[in-house]
C-alpha cells in the first residue's frame, strides 16, 4: 500500500499514502521468501503474520549465530547486525544473505569511521533495538544509547562525540534529545540519520490523524516503528487506536459521522491494511441508520466493490513501459520510486539522466523488469532519456540546425564525437576547411557540427565540422558585406600588391586599391608607396556583393597636395625637388607626389643658357625658391637662379675664420690678351 498515489477514500475511511512497507523491509521480506530454507537472526519484521508465513515455507528465526546450523543459509534482516555478529556467523560456514536497510548500513559505516577517529558514538534511539545494538556493534570504542532526554543528560562529559539516530525514531524528539547532548559534549558531530520514508510517514499520519474523528494505526506490538507512529498520533487525535489486525476492530464504537483515517508502520504487509480498511467499511454500514443504510445500498461499495476501488488506485505496469514516479528513498547507490504499484521501483544511480534528484521529486523513468528477483520493480531512464536524445537530434537535423559535439577518439578515417551522449562519426574530410593532418587534436575539443547522415534504427549518425565553418565564415562576410557603407573609411591590412594596384583585407573581406588610387602623384609601382602586412585607412569607394568586388581608395584618406599647397610652401620659401620633366620652356620640379612646380628656363641658371639641359637634367635634386603659388589655376613659380644668387651674396667668412675655408690663388691676366 505505501505505492499507493494519495489518500484512499473509500466513504468515510481514508487511507495514508504511504502506509505500509518500506523499501528496506520490503526488500529483506522478499531476500527472505526467495532464499527458504533458510535461518533469520531474530524476526525478519515485527509482525508475526509474517514471521508464520515465512515460517511455513522454511525460514525460521534463531537468536544467536550460534543456533544457526552449519553450512545453513542465513538472512541478515532489515535491522543489520553487528562486526562481531557476522564474524560468529561467517564461523558456523553460513552462507550469509545481507538484507540489511541501506540507510541502517550506511549508519555502519559512519560508526566505523568514529572508532578510526578515535572517538565516542551516541545514538539517539532504544537501547534494546535490533537496529541500534547493531549499530553500536560496528565500533570497538565508547558508544551510548540514549532515548530520552534524561538519559542525555546523563551522559558522561565528552570532548568529541559522533551523533547518530535509529532510522525509525521521531524526528522532534530527536531534536529535544540532541539539545541535551550539546550540554554534555563540547564538540558534537550531529548526523541526522533518520530514514526519510520514516520521515514522510510520520508527518503524514499527523496530518491525516488532524483530520479525522478516529485514527487506526495498524502494526506489530513489537514494531518501534509502528509504535512510534502510534505515539504520535495519539498528539492530535485522542481516539487513536493501535492494533496489529482486523479482528481488534470490534466493538471500537465509532459513530455514522466519524471520519477514520488509517496509517500503518513499515512491517505491515499490505494485505492485513487491506483487511483493516475493508472492515472499517463494514463498521461503518453497521453504525449508519437502516433509512440511510437503505439509501446506500445502490451507492456504497460492496466489501468485493471496496477491494477493487483499492486494486484500481495500483497502475498496471510492464516492461518498456515510460511512467512517472516520485522519489521516496535515496541510496549511495539506487534511488527507489513510488510508481503507484503494489511494490516500489529501484532506478540505480547510473540509470539515472541526473544525479542532483531529492526525496519528493517527481521523476520519469522506464519499466525494465517489473520483478528484479527480490520483488522489485527494476526502473530506468537511460533509455527514456536516449529517445528524447534521439527525437531532438532528429528534430534539428530536420530543421537543418547545428549540434554540439566533443572528440572522444581517433578513429581509421575520422573522428569519433559525442553528440548529446549519442555517439557520432565525423569524416576526416570534414574535419577541417583544410586538410587535417593529426586527427588527435580534435580529441576533447568541443565543436558545432552538422548532421550530414542520419540512422536511427542503426543508430548511425555522420556529421560535418566543415559544413558549419562554411556556414559560419558565409555567415560572417554576409555581415561584413551588409555594413560595408560606400564613403566609409575603415582600417585594413595590406595582404598583396601587383602591378596594378594592392588587395588590403577590411575585416575579413579583400578591397582593391587601383595603382592611381594610391597617391595623388604618378606611382610607377604600389610598393613604392605601401607595404605588405601595413595597415592603412582606405575609403570605399563602391560595393559589389553578387560580384564580391569592394574598390578602396588610399590616396583619398590623406589631403589633396594643392588643397594645402599655400601653407606648406609659402612664397619667399627655399625647397628642395626632383627634377621630373623638362619642356623648351622649362622644367617641372616635383615637390611632393601630385605636386609639381614650373621653373622657367630663364630661371634655371645665373646665365643665360639655351636650354634647360645646360643647367639641369630629369632626375637632378635642386633648391628652388617659391615665386608664387596659384592654388586655383595649380600653379606655382619656381626658382634656381634665385637660390643661386642668394648664395652668392652669402657674406665673407671674418678674417679669423679663413683658415676654414680652401684659398685658390688667381693667376694674373694675359697683359697680351689684355692689349688685344
Request: hydrophobic share 40%; net charge negative; glycine share 8%.
Amino acid at each position: 500500500m505505501g505505492a499507493s498515489e494519495g489518500w484512499v477514500p473509500v466513504s468515510k475511511v481514508i487511507l495514508a499514502k504511504h502506509a505500509g512497507f518500506c523499501f528496506g523491509v520490503r526488500r529483506a521480506v522478499e531476500t527472505a521468501r526467495r532464499s527458504a530454507p533458510a535461518v533469520t537472526l531474530g524476526p525478519v519484521i515485527h509482525n508475526p503474520r509474517v514471521v508464520s508465513e515465512l515460517a511455513s515455507i522454511g525460514v525460521r528465526s534463531v537468536s544467536s549465530p550460534e543456533e544457526i546450523p552449519e553450512g545453513a543459509r542465513a538472512v541478515v534482516r532489515s535491522h543489520g547486525v553487528g562486526r562481531e555478529t557476522l564474524e560468529r556467523l561467517k564461523a558456523r560456514g553460513a552462507e550469509v544473505l545481507d538484507a540489511t536497510c541501506p540507510f541502517v548500513r550506511r549508519i555502519h559505516e559512519m560508526a566505523l569511521s568514529a572508532e578510526r577517529d578515535g572517538i565516542a558514538l551516541i545514538v539517539v534511539g532504544e537501547e534494546r533495538h535490533p537496529e541500534v545494538e547493531g549499530i553500536r556493534g560496528w565500533t570497538s570504542g565508547e558508544s551510548y544509547a540514549v532515548a530520552t532526554e534524561e538519559a542525555a543528560l546523563a551522559l558522561p562529559e565528552m570532548e568529541r562525540a559522533l551523533v547518530v539516530s535509529q532510522t525509525t525514531f521521531i524526528e522532534g524528539r530527536f531534536d529535544r534529545i540532541t539539545q541535551t547532548i550539546v550540554q554534555r559534549v563540547r564538540h558534537p558531530e550531529i548526523l541526522r540519520t533518520i530514514c526519510p520514508a520514516t520521515r514522510q510517514s510520520q508527518e503524514e499520519a499527523v496530518r491525516l490523524a488532524r483530520e479525522v474523528d478516529v485514527m487506526v494505526v495498524v502494526g506489530g506490538r513489537e514494531s518501534s516503528n509502528s509504535r512510534k507512529l502510534y505515539e504520535l498520533v495519539r498528539e492530535v487525535c485522542p481516539r487513536a487506536l493501535f492494533i496489529e489486525s482486523a479482528e481488534e476492530l470490534e466493538g471500537i464504537g465509532i459513530s455514522a459521522t466519524d471520519r477514520v483515517g488509517i496509517t500503518a508502520g513499515a512491517s505491515t504487509p499490505d494485505c492485513i491494511i487491506k483487511e483493516v480498511v475493508a472492515r472499517m467499511n463494514d463498521i461503518e454500514k453497521q453504525v449508519t441508520p437502516s433509512e440511510e443504510h437503505v439509501e446506500q445500498a445502490e451507492t456504497s461499495p460492496t466489501e468485493s466493490d471496496f477491494m477493487a476501488d483499492v486494486e484500481k488506485t495500483l497502475v498496471q505496469i510492464r516492461p518498456g513501459q515510460t511512467i512517472t514516479g516520485t522519489v521516496v528513498q535515496i541510496t549511495d547507490d539506487e534511488v527507489c520510486v513510488n510508481v503507484g504499484y503494489k511494490a516500489d521501483g529501484l532506478v540505480k544511480k547510473a540509470d539515472l539522466s541526473s544525479t542532483d534528484v531529492k526525496i519528493g521529486d517527481e521523476i520519469e523513468v522506464e519499466v525494465v523488469k517489473v520483478n528484479d528477483g527480490e520483488g522489485n520493480v527494476l526502473l530506468s531512464q537511460r533509455n527514456i532519456v536516449n529517445r528524447k536524445v534521439w527525437d531532438e537530434i532528429m528534430a534539428k537535423h530536420e530543421a537543418g540546425e547545428f549540434v554540439v559535439g566533443v572528440g572522444k577518439e581517433a578513429v581509421k578515417g575520422g573522428l569519433l564525437a559525442d553528440v548529446m551522449g549519442i555517439r557520432c562519426f565525423i569524416p576526416a574530410s570534414q574535419l577541417s576547411l583544410r586538410y587535417v593532418e593529426k586527427i588527435e587534436e580534435f580529441v576533447g575539443q568541443e565543436m558545432k557540427l552538422e548532421i550530414i547522415e542520419i540512422d536511427k534504427p542503426k543508430k548511425r549518425i555522420v556529421a560535418s565540422r566543415k559544413k558549419v565553418l562554411i556556414a559560419e565564415e558565409s555567415e560572417k562576410k554576409k555581415a561584413i558585406w551588409d555594413a560595408l557603407e560606400i564613403g566609409s573609411v575603415v582600417r585594413g591590412v595590406v595582404r598583396r600588391l601587383a602591378d596594378f594596384g594592392a588587395f588590403v583585407d577590411i575585416g575579413g573581406v579583400d578591397g582593391l586599391v587601383h595603382v592611381t588610387d594610391l597617391s595623388w602623384g604618378r606611382v610607377q609601382h604600389p610598393s613604392d608607396v605601401i607595404k605588405v602586412g601595413e595597415e592603412i585607412d582606405v575609403k570605399i569607394l563602391n560595393v559589389d556583393p553578387a560580384r564580391e568586388r569592394i574598390s578602396l581608395s588610399y590616396k583619398q584618406t590623406r589631403p589633396r597636395p594643392w588643397a594645402v599647397a599655400g601653407d606648406r610652401y609659402p612664397v619667399g620659401s627655399i625647397v628642395e625637388g626632383k627634377v621630373v620633366r623638362i619642356t623648351t620652356f622649362g622644367a617641372f620640379v616635383e615637390l611632393e607626389p601630385g605636386l609639381d612646380g614650373l621653373v622657367h628656363i630663364s630661371q634655371c641658371a645665373l646665365t643665360r643658357i639655351a636650354k634647360v639641359e645646360d643647367a639641369i637634367n630629369v632626375g637632378d635634386i635642386v633648391r628652388v625658391k617659391v615665386l608664387d603659388v596659384n592654388t586655383e589655376a595649380k600653379r606655382i613659380s619656381l626658382s634656381i637662379r634665385e637660390v643661386l644668387e642668394d648664395e652668392a651674396l652669402e657674406p665673407v667668412p671674418p678674417a679669423g675664420e679663413l683658415d676654414e675655408y680652401s684659398i685658390v690663388e688667381v693667376p694674373a691676366k694675359d697683359e697680351d690678351a689684355v692689349e688685344e
